[in-house]
Nanobody, 112 residues
């Protein structure tokens, strides 16, 4: 069974940084677009960033210039480097694969 396992969430103060990781057990990782989404209770899940197999990146306007998505095809791991975090970035962050699989989510809380 293909698994996507996120890690790296936590509590951080405004202006701080976190790095999320998503380790994938599927060989299809290397040929798939991979994405990070986030969700706040009561809201729809929203796309944060995505990266193609050719390493083309795309970001939500709200995180452009602060977040960086990257991938390591040898380790089959997706990353999200989050800098200058704001309270509005508080959410559960999910890894999403090009073949439609979701990770379990990792909580990011930005608070004083």
């Amino acid at each position: 069974q293909v698994q996507l396992v996120e890690s790296g969430g936590g509590l951080v103060q405004p202006g701080g940084s976190l790095r999320l990781s998503c380790t994938v057990s599927s060989m299809y990782f290397t040929t798939s677009t991979m994405s990070w989404y986030r969700q706040v209770p009561g809201n729809q899940r929203e796309l944060v960033a995505e990266i193609s197999p050719e390493n083309r990146e795309r970001y939500a306007d709200s995180v452009e210039g602060r977040f960086t998505i990257s991938r390591d095809n040898v380790k089959r791991t997706l990353y999200l480097q989050m800098n200058d975090l704001k309270t509005d970035d508080t959410a559960v962050y999910y890894c999403f694969s090009g073949w439609g699989a979701w990770g379990q989510g990792t909580q990011v809380t930005v608070s004083e």
